[in-house]
């Protein structure tokens, strides 16, 4: 992946972000996931009052990728409104293994601070069934 790709999965990645529903935190994420077909599915941060029922947008770009019919995770880029990087948790970072093993994972905020990893340094330890 270029330099030019990765800045345009950035991209989506924050215009996802405007779509968040955060009445709670007021913490908008969005997230980009590149499938195995080159196609990019976008989600974002969804919070319900009972706290538990939330899910990251990290998880919804990777379920909307299941859902067009993309089986492997290539790169995801995740953006947060902040001014230093914020990775995914450990939920997130578990459902992108499962369907990522050593995708790139990009993760980026409003100042110039960018993290680039793969899944395997996210989750070094990953539950995985081959």
Same mark, same amino acid.
């Given at each position: 992946?270029?330099?030019?790709?990765?800045?345009?999965? +950035?991209? =989506?990645?924050?215009? #996802?972000?405007? &779509?968040?529903? @955060?009445?709670?935190? /007021?913490?908008? *994420?969005?997230? $980009?996931?590149?499938?195995?077909?080159?196609?990019?599915?976008?989600?974002?941060?969804?919070?319900?009052?009972?706290?538990?029922?939330? +899910?990251? =947008?990290?998880?919804? #770009?990777?379920? &909307?990728?299941? @859902?067009?019919?993309? /089986?492997?995770? *290539?790169?995801? $880029?995740?953006?947060?409104?902040?001014?230093?990087?914020?990775?995914?948790?450990?939920?997130?970072?578990?459902?992108?293994?499962?369907?990522?093993?050593?995708?790139?994972?990009?993760?980026?905020?409003?100042?110039?601070?960018?993290?680039?990893?793969?899944?395997?340094?996210?989750?070094?330890?990953?539950?995985?069934?081959?």
């Amino acid at each position: 992946m270029g330099q030019e790709e990765v800045r345009a999965l +950035v991209e =989506a990645a924050k215009a #996802a972000s405007q &779509a968040a529903y @955060a009445p709670y935190s /007021r913490f908008r *994420v969005g997230a $980009a996931a590149l499938d195995e077909h080159g196609r990019v599915h976008v989600g974002c941060n969804v919070e319900n009052a009972s706290y538990g029922l939330s +899910v990251c =947008a990290e998880r919804n #770009a990777v379920f &909307a990728m299941v @859902a067009a019919g993309g /089986r492997r995770l *290539v790169a995801m $880029a995740v953006y947060t409104p902040t001014q230093e990087v914020t990775t995914p948790c450990g939920a997130c970072r578990q459902v992108m293994m499962e369907f990522g093993k050593g995708a790139r994972v990009v993760c980026a905020c409003d100042s110039t601070d960018v993290m680039d990893l793969d899944t395997k340094d996210l989750l070094p330890f990953a539950f995985v069934l081959d």
